[in-house]
């Protein structure tokens, strides 16, 4: 991957509540290590379009299951769905009852 294709990568995993500001900034570390980009830039490039993106999600943004308002960092994929930690909990519980029985 090149250094725009990461960029829009960590881009939309942000705007899609995957990662969160410090995730980013991990992420920015290894990157300008990686292709002697100075840190600064790199977040320009990531937060400026990582914002274009929250906006044109906006919409889309609560849980798919509950509705709930999703953190940036704090949401998780069930097969297409992306939900709350809350979910993600009951999820799990379910699974493992399923599993029980
Ligand atoms: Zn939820």
Redesign the pocket.
Known sequence: MNYRNIVDKVASLYADRFLNVDHVHDVIMTMSESFDVPIEQIRNDIMSLGRVLEEKYADEL???????H?ENGSGYYIDDDR??????L?AEKLDNYTTVV
């Open positions: 609560g849980c798919d299951w509950c509705g709930e999703i939900v709350c930690g809350q979910c993600m009951l």
